[in-house]
């Protein structure tokens, strides 16, 4: 068991350019969530899809955030225009039997 | 809404020594509740879960109690190593679909 899979580990972007985060869940998991995590604001939950379906994306912002899940096996988060405030670490997670196993997560740093 | 309040930011503790981090919530139901180790590099990883149903959570020498009266659910643990050194998030799940609300974290430094 690999746990989940967070891809790339570091990104660095240009304001206003796009970047695209993929997660593989744990293989069985029918939850997937996504999470930021900052200094400032600390664990905040984004979005979470069950059986590949988005179930609630309160978190999310409303603009230039998007999140999908093709297929069971992975998720993407998108996030257009990046901004410098959007620098944070971005933690996927995956759920089974009442507990949340999260990814390493991917370090995105807009410069 | 629903809350969680972590007030030490940081704990700087010699090996051995009692650890007991603060952690109160603010939710109008009864949740599970939830303590979360992160190791530097790495993602949350739970440590231990309790429910109403059981009020006491027991992990790797953590032990954290759920008191409905105070809404605090603490972490402590009697003799820390330099191991423990990492940061520690209290959780709550109010949903039952793991939308968890964190606090903000205490950093644990363990010093040998």
């Known amino acids: 068991n690999a746990g989940v899979i967070q891809t790339p580990r570091h990104k660095v972007t240009g304001k206003g350019q796009e970047a695209t985060l993929w997660c593989e869940p744990i293989?069985?998991?029918?939850?997937v969530f996504w999470y930021r995590q900052t200094i400032v604001q600390g664990l905040e939950f984004l979005t979470y899809f069950r059986n590949q379906a988005p179930i609630d994306d309160s978190g999310m912002p409303k603009e230039r955030f998007s999140a999908q899940m093709p297929n069971q096996s992975h998720s993407t988060l998108k996030i257009q225009s990046t901004q410098p405030q959007d620098s944070a670490v971005y933690l996927c997670?995956?759920?089974?039997?009442?507990?949340?196993?999260f990814g390493a997560g991917t370090r995105l740093s807009v410069l | 809404g629903d809350s969680v309040t972590q007030k030490q930011g940081q704990v700087t503790l010699s090996e051995d020594d009692f650890l007991f981090i603060n952690c109160t919530y603010s939710?109008?139901?009864?949740?599970?509740l939830l303590w979360y180790v992160q190791y530097p590099g790495q993602g949350p990883q739970l440590l231990l879960k309790?429910?109403?149903?059981?009020n006491k959570g027991i992990s790797r020498g953590f032990e954290a109690t759920y008191d409905k009266g105070t809404t605090s659910f603490h972490l402590q643990k009697a003799s820390v190593q330099e191991s423990d050194s990492a940061v520690y998030f209290c959780?709550?799940?109010?949903?039952?679909?793991?939308?968890?609300?964190f606090g903000a974290g205490t950093r644990l430094k363990v010093i040998a």
């Open positions: 959780a709550l799940d109010n949903t039952g679909n793991y939308k968890y609300v």
């Open positions: 997670a995956s759920s089974s039997q009442n507990t949340l196993y």
């Open positions: 309790v429910t109403t149903a059981n």
């Open positions: 939710t109008t139901t009864y949740p599970t």
């Open positions: 293989s069985g998991h029918s939850a």
